[in-house]
């Protein structure tokens, strides 16, 4: 009798998951390192040698963008990310993620490149440290390297209008 | 008017369902044959009222009636008719109006093809049906209604998404559905075996047919979608594993587990509850898929309008009907005797095995898909799911399943002897590692301990499946009892083999894509010429062209080999002028053995252009296989036996019917 429930009894396990997701917008997840200081690492640069430690989001408001180019909503997500670039409010830092550095370069130079720099991370190890579960996702970072606010899935423009860039502004005005 | 005529058809059909789920219920548990006779003349009723319905929203797009918010949501007076018609779909509420569609229609076959089955059984499968329809038409008519007015009227529409503008977009939604709720066939007449306390060999054989046609609309549906990714996404990928993508695999995962389980079933007697709870299983996922899709709970590349209040209406239709249909399981199963007993070494076996390797396959993708709502609930420490996840276990799982594929067939019921099956199949394992060894040399001129297993094991399947055809030919045979014979194989071998072959060739296709496929991202000048793969491409020019409802880039590429000019490829880059967004439209050059893919990126300084340059072999074979597969399954469905049985239980069927009423009023 006992094994024959087992399939009931999973499957309302999974629809308590389900109602639980049902009340939270996906794209806004809460992570455990909002309100922590970015995770500590080093990786090699996409664009050359120096290492890229979390010292680089010290002292200003910046943006950490996990993406891969077999990531097919990175590419849906790519002409937003130039045009928040285009605008100069914050710099944008990639996390380019378990891809291939020959493919990742070229995929920059024919699309355009809107990030300052680019740590990659071959094997996706810092992407655990950073909790991403999958690319595309978008990290806020405060001028203090404070982890401030994490969206997962492509930015839209909408996101980027009534959620990125208010929320830039307003950690700019926050003292340091 | 039109639209209201279309609002009030749907109410009908609801009260209609209505009557056909709780009538015939109450009479097949009292045995009261007039209200189980009410169930087919309800169903009938359900489907043409359905059919108004749908005639009339499609009347409103085709009219471009913009007083109806949907259309005026997803149509445009510049919209082809080709797309105003599959605009019908092309959003939420229309595609539930499809679902319904379906749904009623597949239950009006039942209420055509079900002559020789007894009536209780008839009455209980289509009210089960009746009540998934009063699921879906409640949720439309409540929260999702097509036909609903706006006013102030908008002067034009904004247009349909234009992803879904192109010509495999008409046909993919309805060939899919098809499949999600032909599934609901299978799971009626398991629901309706449960109910009635008989789960018997007939039950599986009457829903064998059902269950492999909704499979093969399914396959079909699948292909086109991974088919119109490829053409159109303009990546030159053929599988994203995106949740909505994985949301029509899980069904179709757990359905071939089902149509080889009902197999066993049917001959053996054997696997009754597991194959009952398989046909549960497949369309629960159906279900899921859609709450995935409709409900936003996930970030998808197919994003669709998300609405908490609609999802939560399907959770909690899917928590009735799944949770009621479990349990029903969970008390009835414990009663349920299979009989056949079988050896470890036996045909049996090997289906048991490709059913968990199928489920193991189905709930790893299950895992990773809502692997961000796990996560979440828990805090879990992260480990990263995307397509290297899911192409890793994927690869990893089948490898055991294409073994399995190839030997499978060849064990006989019950009890195998070893020897014999290896006797027989040294040969075929043979040919395969020659082919896996020789083939990449040939075609490709290289190959990898990767590509030689992947390309062994689908040759392994392919000579298994024409080798079993020929099996009981002896060396001796002329060709004269050879052809013989062949006429003599019932389709449903047939059937099987062509599926199985199909894989192969499916393998095969993969194979070679990933190991071989060639990819040049770089700016290109006009005039400018590169070479890839043994071919020239050379960009001629960039011209704007105008279509019906957007303007366009058009580069025309000429591609050449040693020389000769093979193919003039015309990627384009079109902004729809209504919704402002670009769209990548590919220039492929398709080819038996290769694809030559372009795509037209953006301008690079006002002198040259990104393009992509693709060489794909063999990715052609991808499709190829999963459309064998399909037509393995339709000539397995239209098998001579089914339709024989069918007669001779016509037949006997009055007598027997009449013995149990005697037994019954006695």
Not at chain 1, 7 to 34: M, Q, T
Not at chain 2, 90 to 114: K, N, P, Q, R, Y
Not at chain 2, 278 to 286: E, K, M
Not at chain 2, 549 to 571: C, G
């Amino acid at each position: 009798m006992l094994k024959y429930l087992l399939p009931v009894v999973l499957f309302f396990v999974l629809v308590g998951f389900l109602f639980v997701g049902l009340y939270k917008d996906p794209s806004e997840v809460s992570s455990p390192l909002i309100g922590k200081s970015t995770p500590q690492f080093s990786l090699p640069r996409l664009e050359g040698s120096r290492i890229f430690t979390q010292d680089e989001f010290q002292g200003k408001v910046s943006l950490l963008n996990v993406w891969a180019t077999w990531c097919y909503a990175c590419h849906q997500e790519h002409p937003i990310l130039l045009d928040l670039a285009d605008r100069k409010v914050a710099p944008i830092y990639g996390l380019n993620y378990k891809d291939i550095a020959a493919e990742a370069k070229q995929y920059l130079i024919n699309y355009g490149n809107p990030y300052i720099a680019n740590a990659f991370d071959e094997n996706g190890r810092v992407g655990i440290e950073w909790g991403v579960y999958g690319a595309p996702e978008t990290f806020l970072i405060d001028k203090n390297g404070i982890i401030r606010y994490k969206h997962i899935g492509p930015l839209t423009n909408d996101n980027v209008e009534n959620i990125i860039l208010p929320l830039i502004q307003q950690l700019q005005n926050e003292a340091s | 008017m039109i639209p209201e005529i279309g609002h009030f058809a749907l109410i009908i059909a609801l009260c209609l369902a209505l009557v056909q789920t709780i009538v015939p219920l109450l009479g097949a548990q009292t045995n009261t044959s007039q209200w189980m006779a009410v169930a087919k003349p309800a169903a009938r009723g359900q489907f043409l009222f359905i059919i108004i319905a749908f005639i009339c929203l499609a009347y409103s797009f085709v009219k471009n009636d913009f007083s109806v918010f949907y259309v005026a949501n997803n149509s445009n007076s510049a919209l082809p008719l080709q797309y105003k018609i599959s605009a019908i779909w092309g959003a939420h509420e229309g595609s539930l109006l499809l679902w319904s569609l379906m749904l009623s229609g597949w239950t009006f076959a039942v209420t055509i093809f079900s002559r020789s089955l007894p009536n209780d059984m008839v009455a209980r499968v289509l009210a089960v049906m009746g009540f998934v329809s009063i699921g879906f038409l409640l949720f439309m008519l409540l929260t999702s209604n097509p036909f609903e007015r706006i006013f102030p009227m908008p002067l034009e529409g904004k247009d349909l998404n234009p992803l879904l503008q192109d010509p495999g977009l008409v046909i993919h939604p309805p060939m899919l559905y098809m499949g999600y709720v032909g599934f609901s066939v299978a799971f009626a007449f398991a629901i309706a075996a449960l109910l009635g306390g008989k789960l018997d060999s007939a039950w599986a054989r009457w829903s064998r047919p059902w269950a492999t046609f909704a499979w093969v609309f399914l396959t079909i549906g699948i292909t086109l979608g991974s088919w119109w990714a490829y053409h159109e996404l303009g990546w030159g990928g053929w599988w994203f594993w995106d949740p909505v993508e994985n949301a029509s695999f899980m069904p179709w995962l757990v359905g071939t587990a089902l149509i080889h389980s009902l197999a066993v079933t049917e001959k053996r007697a054997s696997f009754k509850s597991w194959t009952v709870l398989l046909a549960i299983l497949a369309f629960s996922l159906s279900l899921l898929g859609t709450f995935l899709v409709r409900s936003g709970i996930l970030v998808s590349v197919h994003a669709f309008a998300t609405d908490p209040a609609r999802g939560l209406y399907i959770l909690i239709f899917l928590a009735i009907v799944i949770g009621g249909s479990l349990l029903l399981f969970a008390l009835r199963a414990p009663y349920i005797k299979s009989i056949g007993h079988f050896d470890l070494f036996s045909r049996e076996t090997a289906l048991l095995l490709n059913n968990v390797l199928l489920l193991v396959v189905m709930f790893t993708i299950l895992f990773g898909t809502l692997y961000p709502l796990f996560i979440d609930a828990f805090d879990m420490p992260s480990l990263s799911v995307g397509k290297p996840y899911f192409d890793l276990v994927f690869s990893v799982l089948m490898l055991p399943l294409l073994l399995v594929i190839g030997v499978g067939p060849f064990m006989r019921w019950k009890k195998a002897t070893m020897k014999d099956v290896f006797k027989k199949l040294s040969k075929i394992a043979i040919v395969g590692l020659v082919i896996g060894i020789a083939f990449p040399y040939i075609v490709a001129g290289k190959t990898s301990i990767l590509v030689a297993i992947g390309i062994s094991l689908g040759g392994w399947s392919m000579a298994a499946a024409i080798y079993y055809l020929f099996k009981n030919t002896s060396r001796t045979d002329s060709g004269a009892n050879i052809l013989q014979h062949l006429k003599k194989i019932p389709r449903a071998t047939y059937g099987m083999s062509i599926a199985h072959f199909g894989i192969g060739i499916f393998v095969v296709g993969v194979t070679f894509v990933s190991a071989f496929e060639q990819v040049k991202e770089i700016p290109m000048q006009v005039g400018q010429k590169i070479e890839m793969a043994g071919y020239m491409f050379e960009l001629g020019g960039v011209e704007d062209i105008q279509g019906p409802n957007y303007s366009s880039k058009q580069a025309t590429v000429n591609v050449y080999k040693n020389d000769r000019l093979v193919a003039k490829l015309l990627p384009e880059k079109r902004t729809y002028l209504v919704q402002k967004s670009p769209m990548t439209e590919a220039g492929i050059d398709t080819g038996f053995l290769r694809d030559v893919y372009v795509a037209l990126g953006e301008e690079i300084d006002g002198n040259a252009w990104g393009m992509r340059l693709y060489y794909k072999p063999f990715i052609q074979w991808i499709w190829m296989g999963a459309l064998l597969m399909a037509f393995g399954g339709l000539l397995a469905a239209f098998d001579r036996r089914y339709r024989l049985k069918l007669k001779r239980e016509k037949q006997s069927a009055v007598p027997s019917s009449r013995k149990q009423r005697l037994a019954v009023t006695s």
